[in-house]
């Protein structure tokens, strides 16, 4: 929140200082997931074969690695969509021009005891937004799992 305060507001800048606030997330993600892959019997087969470590990463390694930061991006696209609509209710992102869920809700919250649809409806949106990503990103999980189920 402090680095959109101290640029300009703008819905570029918040998702620029989103981004920027969550890529160590998923640099740990992929750090410990190729750490426990690069061990596993399929990659070191490979290297007996010959294969150089271009190959091994971009036909062994890569292909075991991207499942968990598909169901990660998932799972967060819902709160990244609840972070920009709050900087964007706060008056901190998109600007009243251009549409945003946020400033939808905020400039309805001034007429909610008479047209309470201006906010709610907004804020509709977002939740069922957020709600689907969440069940995509489980399901997805649930797809991508390859553990042996009982």
Same mark, same amino acid.
């Given at each position: 929140?402090?680095? %959109?305060? *101290?640029?300009?507001? $703008? @819905?570029?800048? *918040? %998702?620029?200082?989103? $981004?920027?606030?969550?890529?160590? #997330?998923y640099a740990r993600l992929v750090?410990?997931?190729?750490?426990?892959?690069?061990?596993?019997? &399929?990659?070191?087969?490979? +290297?007996?074969? /010959? $294969?150089?470590?271009? +190959?091994?990463?971009?036909?062994? %390694?890569?292909?075991?690695?991207?499942?968990?930061?598909?169901?990660?991006?998932t799972l967060d696209m819902g709160?990244? %969509?609840?972070? *920009?609509?709050?900087?964007?209710? =706060?008056?901190?992102?998109?600007?009243?021009?251009?549409?945003?869920?946020?400033?939808?809700?905020?400039? /309805? +919250?001034?007429?909610?005891?008479?047209?309470?649809?201006?906010?709610? &409806?907004?804020?509709?949106?977002i939740s069922i937004t957020v =709600?689907?990503?969440? =069940? @995509?990103?489980?399901?997805?999980?649930?797809?991508?799992? #390859?553990? #042996?189920?009982?």
């Amino acid at each position: 929140m402090a680095v %959109i305060a *101290a640029t300009e507001q $703008s @819905l570029f800048n *918040a %998702i620029v200082a989103i $981004s920027f606030s969550w890529w160590t #997330v998923y640099a740990r993600l992929v750090q410990g997931k190729v750490l426990s892959v690069k061990e596993e019997n &399929f990659v070191e087969a490979s +290297r007996a074969m /010959g $294969s150089g470590w271009t +190959r091994t990463v971009f036909r062994e %390694i890569l292909p075991n690695v991207t499942s968990p930061i598909i169901v990660k991006a998932t799972l967060d696209m819902g709160f990244a %969509i609840l972070v *920009a609509a709050a900087l964007s209710f =706060l008056g901190l992102g998109a600007q009243p021009p251009k549409p945003d869920w946020g400033t939808m809700v905020a400039s /309805g +919250r001034a007429y909610v005891t008479t047209y309470w649809w201006i906010a709610t &409806f907004p804020g509709l949106a977002i939740s069922i937004t957020v =709600l689907g990503f969440n =069940l @995509l990103g489980d399901g997805l999980r649930d797809v991508f799992d #390859v553990e #042996v189920r009982e």
